[in-house]
T-cell receptor, first 111, second 114 residues
Framework: DAKTTQPTSMDCAEGRAANLPCNHS???????VYWYRQIHSQGPQYIIH???NNETNEMASLIITEDRKSSTLILPHATLRDTAVYYC????????????FGAGTRLTVKP | GAVVSQHPSRVICKSGTSVKIECRSL??????MFWYRQFPKQSLMLMAT?????????EQGVEKDKFLINHASLTLSTLTVTSAHPEDSSFYIC??????????FGPGTRLTVL
């Protein structure tokens, strides 16, 4: 069963913020929200993760709703190199549990 | 972040032969490694979970006798595709977990079976 729901595709103008939504309405209290991206023919690249607080790093910001049923990944100034498939994954944050990938969102950054 | 390598990056083989893919954690020890398969225009599908020193755990529908996994050390796991057939052609990706439960992915291996 899919634990996350993401739009199939999105476009974003270069230099603008890209906001990628994810629904995870059945998330458990001990599950984290992870975001990875995959550029064509490469392995997935870690972006960010969080439990309930908003998080920010050098790549992106993660906004998690108070009820934790959805989140948004924000790329503040998208570049052409950010064109990729973005995966939102919920995962228990211990015991080395596996990552289960859904279909993801194909983000296309346009000039 | 931590680095995971895979070798080879590409391999072409004849039908019926076996192919070994290596996955290494370069700057950390990984007690758990994972193997994924990705067909064109599809998402990653988990094949098996590999724990150092023990037998791998395979996902439903993945043939353990066809996809042999060995995790003999804390930095190396291997996936051997035995008697490969054209339908096994795919992008194989491994990942490794750090002690703090972060997971890093290798660059993938493109297998083409003729």
């Amino acid at each position: 069963d899919a634990k996350t729901t993401q739009p199939t595709s999105m476009d974003c103008a270069e230099g603008r913020a890209a906001n990628l939504p994810c629904n995870h309405s059945t998330i458990s209290g001990n599950e984290y929200v992870y975001w990875y991206r995959q550029i064509h023919s490469q392995g997935p690249q870690y972006i960010i993760h969080g439990l309930k607080n908003n998080e920010t790093n050098e790549m992106a910001s993660l906004i998690i709703t108070e009820d934790r049923k959805s989140s948004t990944l924000i790329l503040p100034h998208a570049t052409l190199r950010d064109t990729a498939v973005y995966y939102c994954i919920v995962r228990v944050g211990y015991n080395n549990n596996d990552m289960r990938f859904g279909a993801g969102t194909r983000l296309t950054v346009k000039p | 972040g931590a680095v995971v390598s895979q070798h080879p990056s590409r391999v072409i083989c004849k039908s019926g032969t076996s192919v070994k893919i290596e996955c290494r954690s370069l700057d950390f020890q990984a007690t758990t490694m994972f193997w994924y398969r990705q067909f064109p225009k599809q998402s990653l599908m988990l094949m098996a979970t590999s724990n150092e020193g023990s037998k791998a755990t395979y996902e439903q529908g993945v043939e353990k006798d066809k996809f042999l996994i060995n995790h003999a050390s804390l930095t190396l796991s291997t996936l051997t595709v035995t008697s490969a057939h054209p339908e096994d052609s795919s992008f194989y990706i491994c990942s490794a977990s750090t002690l703090s439960n972060e997971q890093f992915f290798g660059p993938g291996t493109r297998l083409t079976v003729l």
